[in-house]
């Protein structure tokens, strides 16, 4: 079975109270959904960290540097899957960032249609 497809998008939901303490405001909760597809009708969802201000950022790592080395691989390589979005936090940038949008890695697919046995 090899991923087909991986498809990411930030969700912002307003709180009616802020959330926050002394030194900060928590007026929405975040977090990035990313669905990972495979040729064979699996779907798995993962929800990447709670980051209120690079949602969008962490989708633009999704789509434009992460799924590209992923799509095609074996769903059973996960660690080679891992250990190349891994190297991807070593080179000069936001590794926070990167840390959080690459817990697509982690992921496991669960089965779509109904007629077939749970992984």
């Known amino acids: 079975m090899r991923i087909s497809g991986v498809d ?3 969700i912002d939901i307003p709180l009616r109270k802020n959330f926050g303490g ?3 405001a928590v007026l929405k909760r975040s977090t990035v959904i990313t669905r990972l597809r495979t040729q064979d009708g699996l779907v798995s969802e993962v929800y990447n960290g709670d980051n209120r201000e ?3 950022e962490i989708v633009r790592l999704i789509r434009d540097e ?7 691989q074996s769903i059973f390589a996960t660690e080679r899957i891992w250990s190349k ?3 991807l936090t070593l ?3 936001d590794r926070k960032t990167l840390l959080e949008a690459r ?3 982690r992921s496991r697919a669960r089965r779509k249609r109904a ?5």
């Open 8 to 10: 990411a998008i930030a």
């Open 22 to 24: 002394s030194t900060y």
């Open 54 to 56: 690079a949602g969008h």
């Open 66 to 72: 992460l799924a590209p080395l992923i799509v095609g």
């Open 85 to 87: 979005l891994f190297a």
């Open 91 to 93: 080179a000069n940038r």
């Open 103 to 105: 817990g697509l890695g």
């Open 115 to 119: 007629d077939q046995e749970p992984l």
